[in-house]
């Protein structure tokens, strides 16, 4: 069988005001450093194979290799989208922004630092319900950034920290 069962897309983005590079609050000589992580798809028929998981990591292993100009790879998920959510915190990324995007939906903004692929260990960490968006748009402006989701109380709790 030769049919395309999975994929995942990368974008360079255009340098406009929509950039996220913007929304984590990159200089403008930055912004030509990104790349977006744009959209994965996996036939029904192939959910569960975690596919999803294999394509992030080819994708992270070949962004890992020297040979092009990015340093920064980003993109956006919806608060309480599980599987996406999950996807990127496995991938190392981190949660940079909570802001409003395509319109007006809520949106995180995830980073990964391609020269970091291991981020610092943090000293300070706070557990934020992830429905509490001021709270969690309160530590992103002092500096935080959001590190890992768990389920605790029947709550899905977004914890927050820095170096």
């Given at each position: 069988?030769n049919d395309?069962?999975?994929f995942?897309?990368l974008l360079?983005?255009?340098?406009?005001e929509?950039?996220?590079?913007i929304d984590i609050?990159l200089?403008?000589?930055?912004?030509?450093?990104?790349?977006?992580?744009?959209?994965?798809?996996?036939?029904p028929a192939?959910?569960?194979?975690?596919l999803?998981?294999i394509?992030a990591?080819?994708i992270m292993?070949e962004?890992?290799?020297?040979?092009?100009?990015?340093?920064?790879i980003c993109c956006?998920?919806a608060?309480?989208?599980m599987?996406s959510?999950?996807d990127?915190?496995?991938?190392?990324m981190q949660?940079?922004?909570?802001?409003?995007k395509y319109?007006g939906?809520?949106?995180?903004?995830f980073?990964k630092?391609?020269y970091?692929?291991v981020?610092?260990?943090c000293?300070?960490?706070?557990p934020i319900?992830?429905?509490?968006?001021?709270?969690?748009?309160?530590?992103l402006?002092?500096?935080f950034?959001?590190i890992?989701m768990?389920?605790?109380e029947?709550?899905?709790?977004?914890?927050?920290?820095?170096k």
């Amino acid at each position: 069988m030769n049919d395309l069962i999975a994929f995942r897309a990368l974008l360079v983005p255009p340098v406009d005001e929509e950039h996220l590079g913007i929304d984590i609050g990159l200089s403008g000589s930055e912004l030509a450093k990104v790349i977006y992580q744009e959209i994965s798809v996996v036939l029904p028929a192939y959910r569960g194979n975690r596919l999803q998981k294999i394509l992030a990591g080819v994708i992270m292993e070949e962004l890992g290799k020297e040979g092009h100009s990015f340093r920064y790879i980003c993109c956006t998920v919806a608060p309480f989208n599980m599987p996406s959510l999950k996807d990127k915190f496995a991938q190392g990324m981190q949660i940079a922004a909570l802001t409003e995007k395509y319109g007006g939906l809520t949106r995180y903004v995830f980073v990964k630092d391609l020269y970091e692929p291991v981020p610092p260990a943090c000293r300070e960490v706070t557990p934020i319900p992830m429905n509490d968006f001021s709270a969690q748009k309160e530590k992103l402006a002092a500096g935080f950034r959001g590190i890992k989701m768990e389920e605790k109380e029947n709550r899905l709790w977004i914890h927050y920290g820095r170096k």
